[in-house]
């Protein structure tokens, strides 16, 4: 093959994949029940180490989760997806791409640290798709909770799939 050939070759097929990368939806996306795999990190790679880094400031004792509990399923409105026990299978829920974490998963907070969790809270999940916005998870620390509730929602969060 002439090098020229060989060159128009290989960028012809780097841009087919990468336009394929970008537009692929993961599967299971937009449908019902649609797949979510956590073992894909959330956070953008440039700021996972900054993310993984970011600990709670208070540990989760039996006052900060009761706390967690009711923002959990009051102002913080995380039920109406996420579900009353945490399940990923609020009410809302049906109409989302990509169904909500389901907290009671113990495999969830083997894989995603505190910090990273803090990171959705502020900036939204972009899901799988890397697409901003990518799924129903919404910016909620800085719009509508302070940090340091926020914190205690997820550490409620942890304490679903830790319990079981
Ligand atoms: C409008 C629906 C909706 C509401 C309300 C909502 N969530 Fe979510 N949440 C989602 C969806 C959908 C996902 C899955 C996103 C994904 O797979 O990337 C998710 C994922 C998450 C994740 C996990 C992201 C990860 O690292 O995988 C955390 C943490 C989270 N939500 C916390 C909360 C908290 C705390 C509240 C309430 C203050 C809340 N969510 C309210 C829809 C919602």
Known sequence: MKRRTWYLAVSWSLLLWSTAAQAADPSGYGQAGGEFDIKIPRVPAAELPAAKADKPPFAPTPEILAEGKAIFLGRGTCF??????GKGDGGAAKVLPIQPRNFTNPAFNKVRTPG???WVLKNGSMGQSGKVPGTGMLPIVGQFLSEEDGWKVLLYERSLGESR
């Open 116 to 118: 990273e969790m803090m």
């Open 80 to 85: 109406q997806c996420h579900g009353s026990e």
